[in-house]
């Protein structure tokens, strides 16, 4: 996994910037209930679409990260707003807010226990009837059918456990059901030939060894492949929100 307090300074730019934080914002805002008055936005990163979700008046947004980089980043968006901690064990108490939101994150997390684990918190801190939001499905978001998708093609990838049945079951384990879905633009995340070779060698990759012969078989199948620095079209994300029975 990469080193988000290293990869802090690059993570805006190399990830679609301000146009991909509002598309993020709108998306997950159109799924928090208008009445919703605080929001907990879990591994908000740098805070650049915290500070979108923070826009809406009436709605106090919350982040939290466990990357002390990102939080501090966070922190000079949304001064006053964001905390260190880590999305297994979240530092506030039962029932906390109206709203949750997890946006690129379960992911990253090692299995469906883990995974579980940060939803369950998501639904701890979550009033009875209060929303949780998440992405699901983030790998196969950026599979668009390309050329550099079928270079891509032989690489190892792990089981998503964010696939959204599995995000389901995760959130009825937790006390909530299934309350709409959404989805956004992942504006200037298209990849190109020669980006992609440079996510293979920083391991972006996470099943990948970036310094393994199959690493340099697909460099050099990207490398072969026209247009090296034109972006393939960009990925569409899911999000899903459910309801905290009670």
């Known amino acids: 996994m990469l080193d988000y307090s290293k990869e802090a300074d690059r993570y805006d730019a190399s990830r679609g910037g301000e146009p991909r934080a509002r598309a993020a914002a709108a998306a997950v805002l159109g799924l928090i209930p208008s009445k919703a ?3 907990l936005d879990v591994a908000c990163g ?3 679409v915290t500070r979108r979700l923070a826009a809406r008046e009436g709605l106090r947004v919350t982040g939290v990260d466990a990357a002390h980089r990102m939080v501090r980043m966070a922190a000079d968006r949304v001064p006053g707003a964001v905390v260190l901690g880590d999305s297994r064990r979240l530092p506030f108490p039962d029932g906390a ?5 997890t946006v690129w994150l379960l992911h990253l997390l090692s299995g469906p226990e883990e995974a579980s684990s940060v939803v369950g918190e998501c639904a701890r801190v979550l009033r009875p ?7 699901v499905d983030k790998a196969a978001s950026h599979d668009v059918g390309s050329d550099i998708d079928t270079v891509l093609a032989p690489r190892p990838v792990r089981p998503a456990v964010d696939r959204g049945p599995a995000v389901e079951v ?3 384990e937790h006390g909530m059901a299934p309350a709409g879905r959404a989805g956004f633009t992942g504006h200037g995340q298209g990849r190109s030939p020669r980006s992609t070779v440079d996510d293979i060698h920083r391991g972006w990759f996470t ?3 970036p310094d393994g012969p199959l690493a340099a078989r697909l460099a050099a199948g990207l490398a072969a492949l026209p247009d090296q620095d034109v972006r393939r079209p960009d990925p569409r994300f899911a999000l899903r929100a459910f309801r905290k029975r009670g």
């Open 46 to 48: 740098t805070g650049l």
């Open 207 to 209: 099943q990948l060894p």
């Open 129 to 135: 009837g209060g929303v949780y939001v998440t992405t």
């Open 170 to 172: 995760y959130a009825a």
């Open 37 to 39: 008055r605080t929001l």
């Open 97 to 101: 807010f109206d709203a949750v939101s």
